[in-house]
């Protein structure tokens, strides 16, 4: 199991990224995936899930309506939308599969 | 919404000591629970599934064992490289998500 993010960058407060996540090594159209990301200094936080299929959707609450998850199984990416920044947004996004993480990416939100 | 609580949330050891770190769920969960090691400016690394079973490559100087509400990571001789933060991880079937603990950083004495 591979799991690349890329993405990440430093943007100003309000503007959007998006993140992809690049998987191999399984049969990507069969698993339900996650995005979780780590504040500098901070803890674990769940962010947002996609089923198999790309029907069923959950978002973390900090979210806010803000983020926006989607894949595509014929080229085997996940992905997260990311709008409206605010500097709490900051941090080290990672790709999960079940217990299976990805190196992360990180994300800077700052002016 | 299940909530785990590590503790302690820092724990001084020397090397060769014995390490016990907890993870306390508010709800049972049967043994679907993870343990991960942390080390800084790295992805965090699975230890420990279903509460007992080690991953592949991990020493067998760490093991976990619990069911329901109260998992213990247990590290039987610390090892330079042993000193990192560790979490607890639990996969939420319905709605969909992962609660984590909030770690426990494990330190040199």
């Known amino acids: 199991v591979q799991l690349v993010e890329s993405g990440g960058g430093v943007v100003p407060p309000g503007r959007s990224l998006r993140l992809s996540c690049a998987a191999s090594g399984f049969t990507f159209r069969s698993y339900g995936l996650h995005w979780v990301r780590q504040a500098p200094g901070k803890g674990l936080e769940w962010v947002a899930f996609?089923?198999?299929?790309?029907?069923?959707?959950n978002y973390a609450d900090s979210i806010e309506g803000r983020f926006t998850i989607s894949r595509d199984n014929s080229n085997n990416t996940m992905y997260l939308q990311m709008n409206s920044l605010i500097t709490e947004d900051t941090g080290l996004y990672y790709c999960?599969?079940?217990?299976?993480w990805g190196q992360g990416t990180r994300v800077t939100v700052s002016s | 919404e299940i909530v785990l609580t590590q503790s302690p949330a820092t724990l001084s050891l020397s090397p060769g000591e014995r390490a016990t770190l907890s993870c306390r769920a508010s709800q049972s969960v049967s043994h679907y629970l993870a343990w991960f090691q942390q080390k800084f400016g790295q992805a965090p690394r699975l230890l420990i599934y279903d509460a007992s079973n080690r991953a592949t490559g991990i020493p067998a100087r760490f093991s976990g064992s619990g069911s329901g509400t109260d998992f213990t990571l247990t590290i039987s001789s610390l090892e330079p490289e042993d000193f990192a933060i560790y979490y607890c991880q639990l996969l939420v079937n319905w709605p969909p998500g992962i609660t984590f603990g909030q770690g426990t950083r494990l330190e040199i004495k």
């Open positions: 996609i089923s198999y299929d790309g029907r069923n959707k």
């Open positions: 999960v599969r079940e217990l299976n």
